[in-house]
């Protein structure tokens, strides 16, 4: 036998020894395998079970009376109301005083005028509220002018009486209903107030009547606490 075919029938021999061996490693895992999936097949899902059981809670319940807990319950609710009772009062309250005129407005609001410092005939301009206020003392002739105009025949329809209180004292903004220019006092065609701006005419009782202002001058509330005092606001 040459020494090349004695190498190779040893290499065969080995080669076929391997195999054998593979194969029963190969039976061994798969019979092991087949034990895991046996014992897996029998693993029972935890989801199968009933999984709507309650905990006990015994433990966390209260060791008292359930009276005693009513009254610290009802002593909680009460004291948490009242707590916020008493915050919303107070927000509301902030909210109320910082949305109110400030002292400076509510002093504006409201002008007394001394009604004896005015001499009939004369004419007194004030400020109230950023507007001027005409303050006309009438004089008997000028009460009788007003009234006897025919008012139904004017623009803006008012007899004299429906805008003064006192008919000796005329009260009215001056501030002319075209535009909102400050008028003239004791001028212009009717006696009374004239608007250089586009030549607006008021009579004796501040009525428009000539001129494109479409509305007599506004008469603002005011009161007369005494004889001496008008008060305007
Ligand atoms: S603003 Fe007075 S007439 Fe125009």
Same mark, same amino acid.
Request: aromatic share 2%; hydrophobic share 35%.
């Given at each position: 036998m040459s020494l090349a075919s004695a190498s190779g029938s040893l290499l065969r021999s080995c080669a076929r020894q391997q195999l054998t061996t593979s194969r029963a490693a190969l039976a061994s895992c798969q019979q092991s395998r087949g034990v895991a999936d046996a014992s897996k097949a029998s693993f029972?899902?935890?989801?199968?079970?009933?999984?709507?059981?309650i905990p006990d809670f015994?433990?966390?319940?209260?060791?008292?009376?359930p009276r005693s807990n009513q009254v610290f319950s009802y002593f909680m609710a009460g004291s948490l109301g009242l707590a916020s009772a008493v915050g919303a009062k107070a927000t509301v309250q902030d909210f109320l005083v910082n949305m109110s005129a400030s002292a400076d407005v509510l002093?504006?609001?409201? @002008?007394?005028?001394? %009604? #004896?410092?005015? !001499?009939?005939?004369?004419?007194?301009?004030?400020?109230w509220r950023g507007k001027p206020v005409f303050i006309r003392h009438?004089?008997?002739?000028?009460?009788?002018?007003?009234n006897q105009i025919d008012h139904t025949s004017l623009r803006d329809p008012q007899?004299?009486?429906e805008r003064v209180q006192d008919p000796k004292w005329?009260?009215?903004?001056? @501030?002319?209903?075209? %535009? #909102?220019?400050? !008028?003239?006092g004791e001028a212009g065609d009717y006696g009374g107030w004239f608007c250089p701006c586009h030549g607006s005419h008021y009579d004796i009782s501040g009525r428009?009547?000539?001129?494109?202002?479409?509305?007599n001058l506004e008469v603002p509330a005011y009161n007369f606490p005494d004889d001496e005092t008008l008060v305007i606001g």
């Open positions: 029972e899902s935890p989801f199968s079970s009933n999984t709507t059981k015994t433990k966390y319940s209260s060791k008292k009376s002093a504006q609001a409201k @002008v007394e005028i001394g %009604l #004896g410092a005015i !001499p009939e005939g004369k004419n007194v301009i004030i400020k009438r004089t008997q002739g000028e009460i009788d002018e007003a007899a004299d009486e005329l009260v009215m903004l001056g @501030v002319c209903t075209h %535009l #909102g220019c400050v !008028p003239i428009i009547r000539k001129g494109p202002a479409p509305l």
